[in-house]
């Protein structure tokens, strides 16, 4: 048996990474939660940035990034997409999303309006009340840059996890006893 001496450990890369994406959702909610003081599940993920996730959430989504910056995939393409998912990642750390102050009055969480810039206030016909957000940057395209750079992560997050989906079939085709496949 040779040994090899390798520099990088992918496993363990993939093992973080896969750590990471699956535990932020738990973690910024539990930050979410002790901050609101209340057990209410906070909108959106990148709501939390506001309500005492801020740091976590950021860190992680940079983790994320850089990580992806580094994926090489399986071809192309794939390097191609990690490259842009990886500046995605970073982008939506870097520019939070708006606060919904109508959802923060309801729940009774406490939030310092006071940093806020009055984004938009849309008219809900429905319910005859008016939808007020509230940006806590001094940027006015922060949220949409945010919101587009998360929706084009998620796509193409969801091709890679076709792709290895694809992959796994294929193998599992010419070898179907391959039982640590079958688990991961």
Request: glycine fraction near 6%; charge should be positive; charged fraction near 15%.
């Given at each position: ?7 990088i ?11 990471i ?19 209410i ?19 992680s ?18 390097k ?16 939070p999303?708006?606060?919904?102050l ?7 969480i ?9 984004l938009?206030?849309a ?17 006015k ?17 969801y ?14 085709e010419?070898?179907?006893?391959m ?6």
């Amino acid at each position: 048996m040779q040994h090899t001496n390798k520099e990088i450990n992918y496993r363990a890369l993939r093992l973080i990474v896969g750590i990471i994406a699956v535990s932020i959702a738990t973690f910024t909610s539990i930050l979410f939660a002790i901050h609101a003081g209340k057990s209410i599940i906070p909108t959106s993920i990148s709501v939390t940035y506001h309500l005492g996730a801020r740091d976590f959430f950021v860190g992680s989504m940079f983790a994320v990034g850089a990580f992806l910056i580094a994926y090489n995939g399986f071809d192309r393409i794939e390097k191609v997409l990690a490259k842009f998912a990886g500046v995605f990642a970073i982008l939506v750390a870097i520019f939070p999303t708006t606060v919904n102050l109508n959802w923060i009055s309801a729940e009774g969480i406490l939030f310092d309006t006071g940093i806020c810039q009055i984004l938009s206030v849309a008219e809900d016909t429905e319910s005859q009340s008016k939808t007020t957000k509230c940006n806590t940057t001094n940027m006015k395209l922060a949220p949409y840059i945010h919101g587009v750079s998360a929706v084009l992560l998620i796509f193409i997050l969801y091709y890679f996890c076709r792709g290895f989906a694809k992959r796994v079939k294929e193998k599992l085709e010419k070898s179907p006893l391959m039982k640590k496949l079958r688990v991961r």
